[in-house]
Nanobody, 124 residues
Framework: QVQLVESGGGLVQAGGSLRLSCAAS????????MGWFRQTPRKEREFVAT????????YYADSVKGRFTISRDNAKNTVYLQMNSLNHEDTAVYYCAAARVLSTVTAFDSYAYWGQGTQVTVSS
C-alpha cells in the first residue's frame, strides 16, 4: 500500500510558477513509477507527466512540455512537479499517482494509487 499526499497548489498569476510536491508513505517508493495528472470539471482526468523509478527517464504531455518538470527524491519519498509559464488552461486539480512498474507510464489505468489532489488556479 502506498499513500500519497499532494501539496503546493494555490492561486498564481498567468506567467507565474508553482512547485507541487507529493509525499509517499512506505519503504518501497523507489519501486514505483510516478505520475501527475490533472482534471477540470469539464474534462476527464488527463496525463501531465511521468517519471521512472530512478528519475532517469521522464515523459510529458505535449501541452506542458518545455514548461513543466517532473522530478523525484527517493531518499525523501517525494515526487515534484515544477510548473513554469502557467496559463489559464493549466487551472485544474492536480493528482499524484503511483504505478507498480519501474518505467514511465502514461495510461490512467496503469496507476494503482492516487492522492487526493491539490487545486491549481491560474488567474489571467
Amino acid at each position: 500500500q502506498v499513500q500519497l499526499v499532494e501539496s503546493g497548489g494555490g492561486l498564481v498569476q498567468a506567467g507565474g510558477s508553482l512547485r507541487l510536491s507529493c509525499a509517499a508513505s512506505g519503504r518501497t517508493f523507489s519501486r514505483y513509477a510516478m505520475g501527475w495528472f490533472r482534471q477540470t470539471p469539464r474534462k476527464e482526468r488527463e496525463f501531465v507527466a511521468t517519471i521512472n523509478w530512478s528519475g532517469g527517464s521522464t515523459y510529458y504531455a505535449d501541452s506542458v512540455k518545455g514548461r513543466f518538470t517532473i522530478s523525484r527524491d527517493n531518499a525523501k519519498n517525494t515526487v515534484y512537479l515544477q510548473m513554469n509559464s502557467l496559463n489559464h488552461e493549466d487551472t485544474a486539480v492536480y493528482y499524484c499517482a503511483a504505478a507498480r512498474v519501474l518505467s514511465t507510464v502514461t495510461a490512467f489505468d496503469s496507476y494503482a494509487y492516487w492522492g487526493q489532489g491539490t487545486q491549481v488556479t491560474v488567474s489571467s
